[in-house]
């Protein structure tokens, strides 16, 4: 997938009844488009893929992409458990709706309690059935969270079926190892970091881009960073910038999606918070940190003369 910058991992919006909202998934797709956005990771935690069916998962899929009309690429996730048969068949699903590679979920091609070589012969097997799709990695901390080590990253990238890794390991000096083991295996592949707290210095590292939460808030901020990360005129301007997203951290994660959404609302988005995963009370304690959350990001658009895209 030939992108370098942010991709956001898309929320669902859904209706007060609890169905997927299309129009509201049509007016978020086009803010992070707007925002600069360089490819759409449709179908994935964010999204509360676990809580869809198979066939909403591929009508949001295919949605997002008619709404993207070509624009930038598409991925989505394609494995959701069971037998390797049957998630390559769902990834072959997926991949005919025409997106631009399929991501794998690294807890759900082994068990917990599985060794390296059976999640190996896994990934190889589901290679093997899945025949030339392009294939990605999402280290999804749900239902457990299985980090990819370098050298395995290493060899799945060697194969040139990889073509997009959301790294969530949490750990720098692991990103670096492996964009260092898998420097030049194949043109199309990028490692994405989740974790914003070294957002910057992963950047500088050789990191592709930025596939994190935080664009769910404010998609044109996670551009700007990407674009300007090492830019020497605005060396000040980064660090608070990487500065206000490390404490911030908290705050965007309280019963998260729900805040990401009343976030978006505030900006002016017309979704509703509802969503189908428990994620706990959405009490008025949280509610006054987003609203100084978004006090706080106002402030700093003023700052540095960035555009609000709402």
Same mark, same amino acid.
């Given at each position: 997938?030939?992108?370098?910058?942010?991709?956001?991992?898309?929320?669902?919006?859904?209706?007060?009844?609890?169905?997927?909202?299309?129009?509201?998934?049509?007016?978020?797709?086009?803010?992070?488009?707007?925002?600069?956005?360089?490819?759409?990771?449709?179908?994935?935690?964010?999204?509360?893929?676990?809580?869809?069916?198979?066939?909403?998962?591929?009508?949001?899929?295919?949605?997002?992409?008619?709404?993207?009309?070509?624009?930038?690429?598409?991925?989505?996730?394609?494995? *959701?458990?069971?037998? +390797?048969?049957?998630?390559? @068949?769902?990834?072959?699903?997926? %991949?005919? &709706?025409?997106?631009? $590679? =399929? #991501?794998?979920?690294?807890?759900?091609?082994?068990?917990?309690?599985?060794?390296?070589?059976?999640?190996?012969?896994?990934?190889?097997?589901?290679?093997?059935?899945?025949?030339?799709?392009?294939?990605?990695?999402?280290?999804?901390?749900?239902?457990?969270?299985?980090v990819l080590k370098?050298?395995?990253?290493?060899?799945?990238?060697?194969?040139?079926?990889?073509?997009?890794?959301?790294?969530?390991?949490?750990?720098?000096?692991?990103?670096?190892?492996?964009?260092?083991?898998?420097?030049?295996?194949?043109?199309?592949f990028g490692l994405?970091?989740?974790?914003m707290v070294h957002?910057?210095?992963?950047?500088?590292?050789?990191?592709?881009?930025?596939?994190?939460?935080?664009?769910?808030? *404010?998609?044109?901020? +996670?551009?700007?960073?990407? @674009?300007?990360?090492?830019?020497? %005129?605005? &060396?000040?301007?980064? $660090? =608070? #910038?990487?500065?206000?997203?490390?404490?911030?951290?908290?705050?965007?994660?309280?019963?998260?999606?729900?805040?990401?959404?009343?976030?978006?609302?505030?900006?002016?988005?017309?979704?509703?918070?509802?969503?189908?995963?428990?994620?706990?009370?959405?009490?008025?304690?949280?509610?006054?940190?987003?609203?100084?959350?978004?006090?706080?990001?106002?402030?700093?658009?003023?700052?540095?003369?960035?555009?609000?895209?709402?």
């Amino acid at each position: 997938m030939e992108t370098k910058g942010f991709i956001p991992v898309m929320l669902t919006p859904f209706k007060d009844n609890g169905n997927i909202d299309f129009e509201g998934l049509t007016e978020l797709t086009e803010v992070y488009l707007e925002a600069g956005a360089a490819g759409l990771f449709a179908n994935c935690l964010s999204s509360e893929m676990f809580e869809l069916t198979d066939s909403e998962r591929l009508q949001v899929i295919e949605h997002v992409i008619h709404i993207a009309a070509g624009e930038v690429p598409v991925i989505a996730t394609g494995t *959701f458990g069971g037998p +390797i048969a049957k998630q390559a @068949d769902f990834v072959k699903r997926v %991949n005919d &709706t025409g997106v631009n $590679a =399929v #991501v794998t979920i690294t807890s759900l091609l082994a068990q917990e309690q599985e060794s390296d070589d059976i999640f190996e012969n896994n990934v190889f097997e589901l290679f093997k059935q899945t025949e030339n799709i392009p294939l990605g990695f999402y280290e999804c901390p749900v239902p457990y969270k299985r980090v990819l080590k370098p050298a395995q990253l290493q060899q799945f990238v060697a194969t040139g079926r990889v073509s997009y890794h959301k790294d969530t390991s949490l750990d720098l000096d692991q990103i670096k190892q492996k964009l260092a083991l898998t420097k030049d295996l194949s043109p199309d592949f990028g490692l994405y970091d989740a974790y914003m707290v070294h957002a910057v210095e992963s950047l500088k590292a050789g990191s592709a881009g930025l596939s994190c939460i935080q664009g769910n808030y *404010f998609p044109e901020l +996670i551009v700007w960073l990407c @674009d300007h990360y090492n830019d020497p %005129n605005l &060396t000040t301007e980064i $660090a =608070v #910038v990487q500065e206000f997203l490390t404490d911030h951290m908290d705050v965007m994660h309280q019963v998260y999606p729900i805040v990401s959404k009343y976030f978006l609302q505030k900006r002016g988005l017309n979704i509703s918070t509802f969503t189908r995963r428990n994620v706990g009370d959405f009490t008025p304690a949280i509610i006054a940190d987003v609203d100084t959350l978004m006090h706080d990001y106002l402030k700093l658009l003023h700052d540095f003369n960035i555009k609000v895209i709402i």
